[in-house]
């Protein structure tokens, strides 16, 4: 995600029988209004995380330092700017951004700044979730107020969908075009879905809600096919999935699918929809790069298409005289860092990538959908190191076989692990990269 404060707002405020005017810092997520915040809030926020989270604070952006004397309009434009430093540099550390008070902070300031009046909550609200096949489910007698895991939770009971799944899915905003739906982005832990419905639709008029599977691993699939309506949810996603992609993968694999869906086989359906080269990828259009990325007398900006999965990201080439296709394969592992960079002219994210054994290159690609990139790699990421996380575990486990038949009983179907602290202090240090184990890898 990316945070970014484009500009402020003067308002003014009663003290006693004065007028007094203060200036009100307008937070940006992802080029969308979520907050506007005064400088003593965001200080006190500052405050709190030095004092609750001491050590992951240590490498973050300097925090603008009171000054005891009015501010001119050039000191305004100065603090607006170094607070837009200090909470990008907030939002990149996992420490901060998974603590309850990042979370509660933030989402309280979006309902304090979106609130003409104090909430009610006994004031009932309905909310349209879709499905991928544009199918609308009501929640209803939904709060203003409910966050993201209220509104989940709204919707796993809606539809009747076991709680040990549930934790498989998550919510997103969608982009309803000429019959198709186009991610936005996801919706976050520390903001009101309604709310930020509201502002989204602002800018997207077509926008809505979107309820889907939120992990990476295939492997996972397998633990819904047996159950009927987790079953319907990853087939009507493995639907989507096939026709998002099929202008990018010609087969025969389509014909024997519309069969299978044409006979309710939904289960044989998944399966074979699983073989497909972008099966569980997320397709992202209108993007462009540096093509080729290693021939200096050839290279040209070129529109391509991107396919987000399997631990990789996919640059989809349009066919030339030449070549029938063109795809570069950009492996996660591969990745040793990325960043996002957002100017008002455009929005890109650049990926530093092991070309070969000792050899790193930049690698920049061009979408508005840079931020949520951002999010899908760190996912991924967070994902690989769960897995060696629990392979790790699993050796440990089979010396006290006792101990194992315990921890497997508790985490039979816990859903997506968590990333750990001893997994982020190993990211963070990249000590992976720095012992260079392996060409393939970093």
Excluded at 15 to 29: D, E, G, P, R
Excluded at 430 to 436: K, W
Aim: hydrophobic share 35%.
């Amino acid at each position: 995600m990316h945070f970014s404060i484009p500009d402020t707002t003067e308002a003014s405020a009663e003290t006693n029988s004065n007028q007094q005017s203060y200036t009100l810092f307008n937070i940006h997520v992802n080029g969308v209004h979520h907050c506007s915040l005064r400088y003593s809030q965001l200080h006190k926020f500052n405050e709190e995380l030095q004092r609750l989270l001491p050590t992951a604070m240590t490498n973050i952006e300097q925090f603008p330092p009171k000054k005891f004397f009015s501010l001119t309009a050039r000191d305004t434009e100065e603090r607006r700017m170094l607070l837009e430093y200090y909470l990008q540099s907030i939002v990149q550390n996992k420490y901060i951004i998974t603590s309850s008070y990042f979370n509660e902070f933030f989402f309280n300031a979006q309902i304090e700044t979106f609130s003409n009046e104090p909430l009610d909550n006994h004031q009932k609200i309905n909310l349209a979730i879709c499905l991928l096949n544009n199918h609308e489910i009501i929640i209803e007698n939904l709060s203003t107020n409910d966050n993201k895991s209220r509104l989940l939770d709204a919707c796993g009971l809606k539809m009747q969908l076991e709680e040990d799944f549930l934790s498989f899915f998550s919510l997103y905003f969608y982009e309803q075009k000429d019959n198709e739906l186009n991610m936005i982005r996801p919706i976050y832990d520390f903001e009101s879905p309604y709310l930020s419905f509201k502002q989204t639709k602002k800018s997207c008029e077509q926008s809505c809600i979107v309820f889907k599977k939120s992990y990476w691993n295939p492997e996972f699939d397998l633990q819904f096919l047996d159950d009927r309506r987790a079953r319907n949810l990853l087939f009507i996603q493995a639907q989507y999935e096939i026709e998002q992609s099929r202008d990018l993968y010609s087969s025969d694999i389509y014909q024997q699918l519309e069969i299978l869906r044409d006979n309710k086989s939904f289960k044989d359906y998944i399966l074979l929809a699983r073989t497909s080269n972008f099966y569980g990828h997320i397709i992202i259009r209108k993007c462009s790069m540096i093509y080729p990325i290693n021939d200096a007398k050839k290279e040209k900006l070129r529109q391509c298409v991107l396919a987000i999965g399997n631990n990789e990201v996919i640059c989809c080439f349009d066919a030339d005289e030449k070549k029938k296709n063109q795809n570069l394969i950009f492996k996660v592992t591969r990745i040793r860092c990325w960043k996002v960079n957002w100017t008002k002219q455009d929005m890109n994210i650049s990926l530093e990538y092991l070309i070969k054994k000792d050899t790193l290159q930049w690698i920049t690609i061009h979408t508005e959908q840079a931020p949520s990139i951002s999010t899908f790699l760190q996912s991924m990421v967070d994902e690989i190191l769960a897995k060696k996380s629990e392979t790790t575990n699993s050796t440990v486990e089979s010396v006290t076989p006792t101990m194992a038949s315990e921890k497997t009983a508790s985490k039979a179907f816990a859903g997506l692990a968590t990333r750990t602290e001893s997994d982020l202090e190993r990211l963070n240090n990249n000590d992976i990269f720095d012992r260079g184990d392996g060409d393939d890898d970093l």
